[in-house]
């Protein structure tokens, strides 16, 4: 571009003219540029938060127990009922009570064992590489049948999301008891809920009907008695 010449007026508006396009063209460019960036600004926070609230959703999971039994079961359901079938032929004298007892436990150790296994998969696919390497052992515990504890991911875990949280380290003085996995509640126990407040929702709904079933009566007792009274 020329030295700007404003000798005359036709000189003046062709350099105004130009400076404008110029001018217009860096500021298109970094409106795009901005827009770019802001986009994908926007889709690294969104990758973020998924990660953050899956590795969330793993930790309470894996660590939302402090007592009982806080190791995984491995066993499936038929070796289960093979251990215990051998159990009521060693003890044969064995009531129903203890055997309710002994399924009831089994499922929850199954419902146990399959969330830990759902949350170990999505910690590999989301982790850190120290997440992904203890999640590949605790994997290998299971499949090896080995009974198999979730604290020291827990503890990485926890220490992973204070930090990205932008919140302090736990403190070192502490003496937090060692963590499990969550005891899940059972989906029978919901369902007989849920069936319960729609039993009773019907009840309601029952006993408008029959309120209202019994207008109809009271209509045609008054047109009775009027025919009554007319008849007279």
């Known amino acids: 571009m020329h030295n700007p010449d404003f000798s005359s007026w036709h000189s003046f508006l062709i350099t105004m003219i130009g400076l404008s396009l110029i001018t217009l063209i860096g ?14 600004r926007e ?33 499936h359901r038929r070796e289960i009922r093979t251990a215990i079938q051998a ?21 929850r150790a199954r419902r146990i064992r399959d969330a830990v296994e759902a949350a170990l998969s999505d910690i590999i696919l989301l982790g850190t590489e120290e997440h992904v390497r203890l999640a590949e052992h605790a994997a290998r515990e299971l499949v090896s049948g080995q009974r198999m504890h979730t604290h020291d991911l827990v503890v990485s875990l926890r220490n992973f999301i204070r930090k990205a949280l932008d919140l302090e380290p736990v403190p070192s003085d502490l003496a937090i008891p060692m963590q499990g996995p969550a005891r899940t509640q059972a989906s029978g126990s919901r369902g007989k809920e849920e069936g319960k407040k729609e039993g009773s929702g019907n009840a309601g ?4 009907m029959q309120s209202g079933g019994d207008m109809p009566l009271t209509d045609e007792t008054h047109m009775e008695g009027h025919e009554n009274t007319s008849a007279h």
């Not at 500021?27 to 994908?40: E, H, P, S």
């Not at 032929?89 to 055997?99: A, E, I, K, R, Y």
């Not at 709904?205 to 408008?208: F, M, P």
Request: hydrophobic content about 40%.
């Open 27 to 40: 500021v298109g460019i970094r409106l795009l540029m901005m827009v770019a960036i802001q986009q994908r």
């Open 205 to 208: 709904g029952g006993g408008g």
């Open 87 to 107: 159990q009521d032929l060693s003890f044969p004298n064995m009531d129903d009570g203890m055997d309710v007892i002994s399924a009831t436990g089994s499922e």
């Open 43 to 75: 889709r690294m926070n969104r990758q973020i938060n998924e990660r953050l609230r899956t590795l969330i959703a793993a930790y309470r999971t894996l660590g939302g127990s402090f007592t009982g039994d806080l190791s995984v079961d491995p066993r």
